[in-house]
């Protein structure tokens, strides 16, 4: 037996109402605040006293005072006999136990404390059998007039009553009850919920276990807290499921599993990416093709990326359709350690193009302005007197608003405020009391100088190009004040005029990234010194800039721009910045060498950039192209050979006319004249062509004569010689022919030596080779990256919380 006690209290008057109707008890039931009327349907009334206005039964027989029983018509609307005061009845009130008649047309019938079809009625109440009240255990059905209602008995039952708080409740009891029009009971929808919540789970969590095996969870215990690590024992693990009924469950198991074991030897070295390539005028079929995994492709070492990769090595292609924008990002892996790049395409994703956002509205256009404006002696609320279109005058300490109303071409309008205070009388100002003005001569046009200040003005110098001016204003309460100023004269502009640089004449036309090279003539660029670097160039189409650098590319001193691709000279002042460390000119001397590098370098300049002549000199202004004087040196003394070999022949042919003056014919003695004149006609050519450089080198008085040229010839042997000496230090060759760049060796100090062989450069350190070059790839042991590391567009660099990462570099960077 199942109970369900259940509070009703808000069942609703209606629900009472259908629940009898569908009884078929009572017919047309209606409860009302203090009554409950309605049918009884196939019952029986007993009782002495029937009152209302109308009684309509089937049969209705009456007994009379004479202890008669009268049987009244049956239809109640005829007679089946003449009536008469014995056979028929007629009164407002008829009372009696019992009324036998064919018929009974009765207005109206009050029947108490009477007994019908089993029911009894009473004033409060209408119930079956003894059932005399709402609590009564018998089986029965009680109905009572303040809406109180029970059927069945103490073990099934239904009863809808009022507590002993005034609380309605009802309370069903039964075997199977069906609210719905499902196949399940309550019960069994009950029991259905008690199923899931006995099935949900109450909690989960892990155990550990640390094991001397590697199959099962032996030698110990398991823990809900991971234990410390131990070598050579093995870490178990399980997870625990406990559910609200009780049961507890595992995960994967309850033995449990291996999560962790013994160190292992050492992994094979892993791989990411490392290089970036940019492809952007391709179409969609392109990088159909070319984003389709399993895709083999070969690039070349000018792809942008990096030579050396080993296999496994991943590198990215991405860039967007030029037909369908959309973007692309193909990832291959390379399959090759040396030549060209090998890779094969291992995933391709592709980004669609979003859709073309809807047309905007229509924007509005500004139709007038009208600016007004009016004073107040508050700043924070509008005025609200009358605004004026001219600025009216405004008291010290008051406020001047301006209103300014715009109409739009809509014919909207928007209004906007703005305020400002007039200030107030200040205090009295400050008189001067005297001025004192003091020069001086500096080094520096930022710097003050330091030494002292004179009076009258002194003369500037190239070393002290800078006359500095300090005022010294002493008001009349005796504060001070000291200004400074500082321009330059003529003396401070410096003006070199020499190119620092060798072979700068020399025409470089390419589609390289590093465009061109050039060495110093003698010693390198200083850092802190100001120099002026020109150039003509034509540049290729995309290429907008051009920038110099030093230490191998890791330093850059300053950048060009470009206006066009036509032939056009561009210049730059800048200040030598310092190389970069372990890359300097002492480091090696290719360190001092200028290296001009085209932008952008991402593949979208294919064209040649032409460097038709550079120029850099001491000193911030520029001057027309000139060679270096070692250029002009270097011509001289080609044309002192080809003198010396004109001499040469000059004084063979004269031996020879004499000893085959009888020989020759005088046309073979002509042609042999004319070669000997041909050889002093190029010599002086020569010499003429380089007359407005030789003009240029003021120290230096060349004079055209061959004695002269022979005491040059002298001291470049004299010099020569002294070269070789100091060369033999630095170069040598081994026993086996290869050529050794180095310092000579001291006994007790590190060697560091560059070997060159025919087919392999080696850096050795003490005879040991650290590094080398071989089959166009670097190969070193060990290295130690101090700042940046970049490879393609993949830069490893050192952040501000002084942790390392990589970060990729695109465009121009």
Same mark, same amino acid.
């Given at each position: 037996?199942?109970?369900?006690?259940?509070?009703?209290?808000?069942?609703?008057?209606?629900?009472?109402?259908?629940?009898?109707?569908?009884?078929?008890?009572?017919?047309?039931?209606?409860?009302?605040?203090?009554?409950?009327?309605?049918?009884?349907?196939?019952?029986?009334?007993?009782?002495?006293?029937?009152?209302?206005?109308?009684?309509?039964?089937?049969?209705?027989?009456?007994?009379?005072?004479?202890?008669?029983?009268?049987?009244?018509?049956?239809?109640?609307?005829?007679?089946?006999?003449?009536?008469?005061?014995?056979?028929?009845?007629?009164?407002?009130?008829?009372?009696?136990?019992?009324?036998?008649?064919?018929?009974?047309?009765?207005?109206?019938?009050?029947?108490?404390?009477?007994?019908?079809?089993?029911?009894?009625?009473?004033?409060?109440?209408?119930?079956?059998?003894?059932?005399?009240?709402?609590?009564?255990?018998?089986?029965?059905?009680?109905?009572?007039?303040?809406?109180?209602?029970?059927?069945?008995?103490?073990?099934?039952?239904?009863?809808?009553?009022?507590?002993?708080?005034?609380?309605?409740?009802?309370?069903?009891?039964?075997?199977?009850?069906?609210?719905?029009?499902?196949?399940?009971?309550?019960?069994?929808?009950?029991?259905?919920?008690?199923?899931?919540?006995?099935?949900?789970?109450?909690?989960?969590?892990?155990?550990?276990?640390?094991?001397?095996?590697?199959?099962?969870?032996?030698?110990?215990?398991?823990?809900?807290?991971?234990?410390?690590?131990?070598?050579?024992?093995?870490?178990?693990?399980?997870?625990?499921?406990?559910?609200?009924?009780?049961?507890?469950?595992?995960?994967?198991?309850?033995?449990?599993?291996?999560?962790?074991?013994?160190?292992?030897?050492?992994?094979?070295?892993?791989?990411?990416?490392?290089?970036?390539?940019?492809?952007?005028?391709?179409?969609?079929?392109?990088?159909?093709?070319?984003?389709?995994?399993?895709?083999?492709?070969?690039?070349?070492?000018?792809?942008?990326?990096?030579?050396?990769?080993?296999?496994?090595?991943?590198?990215?292609?991405?860039?967007?359709?030029?037909?369908?924008?959309?973007?692309?990002?193909?990832?291959?892996?390379?399959?090759?350690?040396?030549?060209?790049?090998?890779?094969?395409?291992?995933?391709?994703?592709?980004?669609?193009?979003?859709?073309?956002?809807?047309?905007?509205?229509?924007?509005?256009?500004?139709?007038?302005?009208?600016?007004?404006?009016? @004073?107040?002696?508050?700043?924070? !609320? =509008?005025? +609200?007197?009358?605004? %004026? &279109?001219?600025?009216? #005058?405004?008291?010290? *300490? @008051?406020?001047?608003?301006?209103? !300014? =109303?715009? +109409?739009?071409?809509? %014919? &909207?309008?928007?209004? #906007?405020?703005?305020? *400002?205070?007039?200030?107030?009388?200040?205090?009295?100002?400050?008189?001067?009391?005297? &001025?004192?003005?003091?020069?001086?001569?500096?080094?520096?046009?930022?710097?003050?100088?330091?030494?002292?200040?004179?009076?009258?003005?002194?003369?500037?110098?190239?070393?002290?190009?800078?006359?500095?001016?300090?005022?010294?204003?002493?008001?009349?309460?005796?504060?001070?004040?000291?200004?400074?100023?500082?321009?330059?004269?003529?003396?401070?502009?410096?003006?070199?005029?020499?190119?620092?640089?060798?072979?700068?004449?020399?025409?470089?036309?390419?589609?390289?990234?590093?465009?061109?090279?050039?060495?110093?003539?003698?010693?390198?660029?200083?850092?802190?010194?100001?120099?002026?670097?020109?150039?003509?160039?034509?540049?290729?189409?995309?290429?907008?800039?051009?920038?110099?650098?030093?230490?191998?590319?890791?330093?850059?001193?300053?950048?060009?721009?470009?206006?066009?691709?036509?032939?056009?000279?561009?210049?730059?002042?800048?200040?030598?910045?310092?190389?970069?460390?372990?890359?300097?000119?002492?480091?090696?001397?290719?360190?001092?060498?200028?290296?001009?590098?085209?932008?952008?370098?991402?593949?979208?300049?294919?064209?040649?950039?032409?460097?038709?002549?550079?120029?850099?000199?001491?000193?911030?202004?520029?001057?027309?192209?000139?060679?270096?004087?070692?250029?002009?040196?270097?011509?001289?003394?080609?044309?002192?050979?080809?003198?010396?070999?004109?001499?040469?022949?000059?004084?063979?042919?004269?031996?020879?006319?004499?000893?085959?003056?009888?020989?020759?014919?005088?046309?073979?003695?002509?042609?042999?004249?004319?070669?000997?004149?041909?050889?002093?006609?190029?010599?002086?050519?020569?010499?003429?062509?380089?007359?407005?450089?030789?003009?240029?080198?003021?120290?230096?008085?060349?004079?055209?004569?061959?004695?002269?040229?022979?005491?040059?010839?002298?001291?470049?042997?004299?010099?020569?010689?002294?070269?070789?000496?100091?060369?033999?230090?630095?170069?040598?060759?081994?026993?086996?022919?290869?050529?050794?760049?180095?310092?000579?060796?001291?006994?007790?100090?590190?060697?560091?030596?560059?070997?060159?062989?025919?087919?392999?450069?080696?850096?050795?350190?003490?005879?040991?080779?650290?590094?080398?070059?071989?089959?166009?790839?670097?190969?070193?042991?060990?290295?130690?990256?101090?700042?940046?590391?970049?490879?393609?567009?993949?830069?490893?660099?050192?952040?501000?919380?002084?942790?390392?990462?990589?970060?990729?570099?695109?465009?121009?960077?």
């Amino acid at each position: 037996m199942h109970y369900a006690d259940i509070d009703f209290a808000n069942i609703g008057k209606a629900a009472i109402e259908a629940f009898y109707a569908k009884s078929g008890i009572i017919k047309d039931l209606v409860i009302g605040d203090t009554t409950v009327s309605g049918k009884l349907v196939g019952v029986t009334i007993i009782g002495d006293l029937i009152e209302g206005g109308t009684v309509k039964a089937d049969k209705l027989v009456i007994q009379g005072t004479d202890g008669l029983y009268y049987k009244l018509n049956t239809d109640g609307m005829k007679t089946t006999a003449e009536q008469t005061e014995y056979n028929s009845l007629n009164g407002s009130i008829i009372t009696a136990k019992t009324i036998t008649a064919e018929k009974c047309n009765i207005h109206d019938l009050v029947a108490f404390d009477a007994t019908i079809g089993g029911f009894t009625i009473t004033d409060d109440a209408i119930y079956s059998g003894v059932k005399n009240n709402i609590n009564t255990s018998i089986h029965g059905t009680y109905i009572d007039k303040n809406g109180q209602v029970a059927f069945g008995d103490s073990e099934s039952y239904l009863k809808y009553y009022k507590d002993s708080k005034g609380k309605w409740k009802l309370e069903i009891v039964a075997d199977n009850i069906r609210f719905s029009s499902s196949d399940k009971t309550i019960a069994e929808e009950v029991n259905d919920i008690k199923s899931d919540v006995g099935n949900a789970i109450a909690s989960v969590y892990a155990e550990y276990y640390l094991s001397t095996s590697t199959t099962s969870a032996t030698g110990g215990s398991w823990s809900t807290e991971a234990p410390q690590w131990v070598d050579s024992k093995y870490m178990w693990s399980r997870t625990v499921i406990t559910y609200n009924n009780g049961n507890i469950d595992y995960s994967p198991n309850q033995n449990g599993v291996c999560i962790a074991g013994a160190k292992g030897t050492t992994g094979l070295q892993g791989y990411s990416l490392v290089a970036h390539v940019t492809r952007e005028n391709n179409t969609e079929n392109w990088w159909n093709v070319y984003g389709e995994v399993g895709h083999t492709e070969i690039w070349d070492n000018t792809a942008s990326i990096r030579n050396n990769c080993r296999v496994g090595d991943i590198f990215a292609v991405v860039g967007t359709a030029s037909d369908t924008g959309n973007s692309h990002i193909a990832y291959y892996r390379s399959d090759t350690a040396s030549g060209d790049l090998h890779g094969v395409c291992i995933s391709h994703i592709v980004t669609p193009r979003g859709a073309k956002g809807e047309k905007g509205d229509t924007g509005k256009g500004v139709k007038s302005t009208e600016i007004t404006y009016q @004073s107040s002696t508050s700043g924070t !609320t =509008i005025p +609200t007197g009358t605004w %004026n &279109t001219s600025i009216p #005058s405004v008291v010290a *300490g @008051s406020f001047l608003w301006t209103r !300014t =109303i715009i +109409t739009y071409s809509d %014919n &909207t309008k928007s209004t #906007s405020y703005s305020v *400002g205070q007039m200030g107030k009388t200040g205090a009295d100002g400050k008189g001067v009391k005297s &001025t004192s003005i003091m020069y001086q001569a500096g080094s520096s046009g930022t710097s003050a100088p330091t030494d002292t200040w004179v009076e009258s003005v002194p003369a500037t110098s190239a070393l002290k190009p800078f006359l500095w001016t300090k005022t010294v204003i002493t008001y009349t309460d005796n504060t001070r004040s000291t200004s400074y100023s500082v321009g330059s004269t003529p003396d401070s502009i410096q003006i070199g005029g020499r190119n620092l640089f060798l072979e700068t004449g020399v025409e470089y036309c390419n589609n390289q990234y590093d465009v061109a090279q050039y060495k110093p003539a003698n010693e390198p660029l200083k850092p802190g010194e100001v120099y002026t670097i020109t150039l003509c160039v034509t540049p290729a189409k995309d290429n907008i800039r051009i920038s110099p650098y030093v230490s191998g590319g890791y330093v850059v001193i300053t950048s060009m721009g470009f206006e066009g691709t036509g032939k056009q000279i561009v210049s730059s002042t800048f200040m030598m910045p310092k190389y970069y460390s372990g890359r300097t000119p002492n480091d090696n001397v290719g360190y001092s060498y200028i290296t001009l590098y085209r932008f952008p370098n991402d593949g979208t300049v294919i064209g040649n950039t032409t460097i038709h002549w550079m120029k850099i000199e001491k000193g911030n202004k520029a001057t027309d192209w000139t060679p270096a004087p070692e250029d002009i040196e270097l011509k001289f003394t080609e044309t002192n050979t080809r003198l010396t070999r004109a001499e040469t022949s000059i004084s063979n042919n004269s031996n020879e006319i004499s000893l085959k003056a009888s020989t020759e014919s005088l046309t073979e003695l002509a042609n042999k004249a004319n070669a000997t004149d041909k050889a002093l006609s190029d010599a002086q050519i020569l010499i003429q062509k380089n007359m407005d450089a030789i003009a240029t080198l003021t120290s230096r008085d060349f004079k055209v004569e061959f004695t002269t040229i022979t005491n040059q010839i002298a001291k470049v042997n004299g010099d020569l010689t002294a070269y070789k000496n100091e060369v033999g230090n630095w170069m040598r060759f081994d026993a086996d022919g290869n050529l050794v760049l180095g310092a000579t060796r001291v006994p007790g100090q590190d060697a560091y030596e560059l070997k060159l062989k025919k087919n392999r450069i080696s850096f050795m350190l003490n005879d040991n080779e650290v590094a080398y070059i071989s089959s166009n790839q670097l190969y070193i042991l060990n290295a130690v990256v101090v700042m940046n590391f970049r490879v393609g567009y993949i830069e490893w660099v050192t952040r501000g919380n002084g942790n390392t990462g990589l970060v990729p570099r695109y465009k121009g960077v």
